[in-house]
């Protein structure tokens, strides 16, 4: 089975900082990952996905995440913070199910941009 | 703003009510997907749907009816509610069911059950 962890609850830091989101993944097989951003009263939006390519993979809003098989990691940064950057991030890996490839969402890491 | 709208935005209901909630996908996608979204909890699937023909359902209470008339409009019917169903219940649609493509997410009804 598929599962991820996101190591903490969560961040904060000062603007113009860079941000370290942690994610650690289980699965069975080469997967598919995401980073999903929530703004408060939002539905999610898709940050990146890594599906097998090159492993460093650039999103949006300046948002990277480099997929490490040997440390079965996929942790999201970027270089200078934002105070639009707040928000609750969630990392998620793909699942294999009986019709296809089902999302299996971590807990979330709230992120706290200080000015 | 997506291409995912829902309706209402907020909705304060007793135990005793009906309510439905709407989802429509503006998207030209074949897949829709009912989450719930708890405090503290990571995100639940609730139920799929394929061109309008549900493919999974997880184990969700009957107290949830999904309705997918087709393939734009999603609908989960609500009835005799508990409080702890007060969450945030989120809608998302993707070109083919749990393909590796991405699945976008409309902005969610809070729902609290008093």
């Known amino acids: 089975a598929q599962s991820v962890t996101q190591l903490d609850s969560h961040v904060s830091v000062s603007e113009g900082t860079p941000v370290l989101l942690r994610c650690n993944y289980s699965?069975?097989?080469?997967?598919?990952l995401f980073w999903y951003v929530q703004h408060p009263n939002k539905g999610l939006q898709l940050l990146l996905k890594y599906t097998s390519a090159a492993t460093l993979v650039k999103g949006i809003n300046g948002f990277e995440a480099e997929f490490k098989k040997s440390e079965t990691s996929f942790h999201l940064t970027k270089p200078s913070a934002h105070m639009s950057d707040a928000a609750e991030y969630f990392c998620?890996?793909?699942?294999?199910?009986?019709?296809?490839?089902?999302?299996?969402f971590g807990a979330g890491t709230i992120l706290r941009v200080k000015s | 703003e997506t291409g995912v709208t829902q309706t209402p935005r907020h909705l304060v209901m007793g135990m005793t009510n009906k309510k439905s909630l709407k989802c429509e996908q503006h998207?030209?996608?074949?897949?829709m997907y009912w989450y719930k979204q708890s405090a503290k909890k990571p995100l639940e699937l609730m139920f799929v749907?394929?061109?309008?023909?549900?493919?999974e359902n997880n184990s969700v209470p009957s107290r949830f009816s999904p309705e997918c008339p087709n393939s734009s409009h999603l609908f989960l019917h609500l009835h005799t509610l508990q409080p702890e169903d007060s969450a945030l219940y989120l809608c998302a649609s993707s070109q083919e069911v749990f393909g590796i493509e991405t699945q976008y997410f409309g902005p969610g009804t809070r729902l609290l059950v008093l």
């Open positions: 998620v890996v793909s699942g294999i199910m009986e019709y296809g490839n089902k999302l299996v």
């Open positions: 998207l030209g996608h074949n897949a």
């Open positions: 699965s069975s097989y080469s997967p598919s």
């Open positions: 749907y394929s061109l309008e023909e549900r493919v």
